[in-house]
């Protein structure tokens, strides 16, 4: 979904981000219906004040209009604000000629980038997994976020093992089971892989059991538990933080409200001393990650198969060198979008 925001100066500001087409038209709908009403006239630089009319305003979005009691519409209020509010700021960083990054206070110029990888696949075995994070290193990337959770705890210990004697001790190496076990299967995993040197596990509980679950298995294990891709609302992630569940919060600026909230959520999270990373989407994540001392890793998907918008749509990608991707210089969010792209795909 790509957005754009025009003013009457000539300046424009555009944000592309989501990865799944199943809410696209329910997104744009309620961007076309009411928030281009409701923000036409305004002051652009005034962004706290445009995201909470967004946020706060009473739009009828079905289930009698109450939105909050619905997970599924909750997410298309947040992914509209989360379009707007980025387009915005890149806009902001136009109209007064600086990166975001730096727009947003500025606290390096480069941010370790990782790729997400290790994926399931039939006829993929260890040999071939092997191949991929061996890959991985070879292209200049710091580490992997490495999928475990779809086989029994006792073979993916065996993969994680396995790839660690592979890549050397110097290799990040995350792990992401995507809420996939019982808080006793996620501890026992951990124990496993605690002499591996593993720089966190995310959500390692399913969706129901996100706080005391966390807590559970946080309580049981050396390894930082990282959360928050399935939270949408910095409320939410203050009830993480609040409970003990977590040393990282992931969240998602394309999905849950935009760059205001997730820098509410970091500023918050660091007076916890919680970490802060950013659920895939480099073009935005670089920036925020870029901005706050408490941050970690930018993840990637390095293979066009898994994510050709990243390879297609941004003329040209920021540079990754020694594990690192390096900030644009560019104003706003750095990246310009490749019209050709932008109107072959257009619906």
Wanted: net charge negative.
């Amino acid at each position: 979904l790509v957005t754009r925001v025009h003013t009457d100066e000539g300046f424009m500001g555009e944000a592309f981000g989501g990865d799944e087409d199943m809410t696209q038209n329910e997104i744009v709908a309620l961007i076309r219906d009411h928030f281009i009403p409701m923000l036409i006239g305004q002051d652009p630089r005034m962004i706290e004040d445009l995201w909470s009319k967004m946020f706060f305003s009473k739009i009828d979005l079905g289930n009698r209009g109450l939105h909050q009691l619905d997970m599924r519409n909750r997410g298309i209020l947040t992914q509209a604000i989360a379009a707007v509010d980025n387009a915005l700021w890149d806009l902001l960083g136009k109209i007064y000629n600086v990166p975001l990054y730096k727009l947003l206070g500025g606290y390096r110029d480069r941010v370790p980038i990782i790729a997400i990888g290790g994926y399931y696949k039939a006829g993929k075995g260890q040999d071939q997994l092997n191949d991929e994070m061996l890959h991985y290193r070879e292209i200049g990337l710091a580490g992997v976020k490495f999928k475990v959770g779809k086989v029994s705890v006792k073979e993916d210990i065996a993969r994680v093992t396995r790839v660690r004697e592979v890549v050397g001790d110097d290799f990040v190496i995350t792990c992401d089971a995507n809420q996939a076990w019982t808080p006793q299967e996620a501890i026992q995993f951990c124990k496993g892989v605690e002499p591996l040197n593993i720089s966190w596990m995310e959500e390692p509980v399913r969706w129901y059991d996100q706080l005391d679950g966390l807590k559970m298995v946080r309580d049981h294990t050396s390894i930082p538990i990282n959360a928050g891709q399935g939270e949408i609302t910095s409320f939410g992630c203050r009830d993480l933080i609040t409970h003990g569940a977590v040393d990282i919060i992931n969240v998602d600026a394309t999905v849950m409200a935009g760059v205001t909230e997730w820098r509410r959520i970091a500023h918050m999270a660091g007076l916890f001393h919680v970490n802060m990373a950013h659920h895939e989407e480099p073009q935005v994540a670089l920036h925020l990650l870029a901005s706050v001392p408490n941050a970690l890793f930018v993840e990637i998907f390095p293979s066009y198969e898994r994510d050709p918008m990243w390879f297609d749509l941004p003329i040209e990608q920021p540079r990754i060198k020694d594990g690192y991707m390096e900030l644009p210089t560019g104003p706003g969010l750095g990246i310009q979008l490749n019209e050709e792209i932008i109107e072959r795909y257009r619906v």
